[in-house]
């Protein structure tokens, strides 16, 4: 089993700032990717940003400049640090962990966290 605890969430006036965190644990192997996720109202989910075990991260054009991702991988820690918030940032976020549960395994899983809400106030 694997286990993903976030925090961070919360509520924030447009132009401020919230810090993001996601610790993965459990029967973990190796991490292939660790991420983030949004979804709003109506929306589908879309990554936010996410950061590979070679440390190359992605991040969606709409967030890029104002968040940066960074990850711990003695730890398997993923953080997100979100500067310069916009009301259209409002969503739920979930971490997400793309791993292995074992070496003789040879295709990387899933696994979401339960999400936790960021909403900025314009």
């Known amino acids: 089993q694997v286990q993903l605890v976030e925090s961070g969430g919360g509520l924030v006036q447009a132009g401020g700032s919230l810090r993001l965190s996601c610790a993965a644990s459990?029967?973990?192997?190796?991490?292939?990717?660790m991420g983030w996720y949004r979804q709003a109202p109506g929306k589908q989910r879309e990554l936010v940003a996410a950061?590979?075990?070679?440390?190359?991260?992605a991040y969606a054009d709409s967030v890029k400049g104002r968040f940066t991702i960074s990850r711990d991988s003695a730890r398997n820690t993923v953080d997100l640090q979100m500067n310069s918030l916009k009301p259209e940032d409002t969503a739920v976020y979930y971490c997400?962990?793309?791993?292995?549960?074992?070496?003789?395994?040879?295709?990387?899983?899933?696994?979401w966290g339960q999400g936790t809400q960021v909403t900025v106030s314009s």
């Open positions: 950061v590979r075990s070679g440390g190359s991260t």
């Open positions: 459990g029967r973990i192997f190796s991490i292939n990717a």
């Open positions: 997400n962990v793309q791993y292995r549960y074992a070496s003789v395994v040879n295709y990387y899983t899933d696994y």
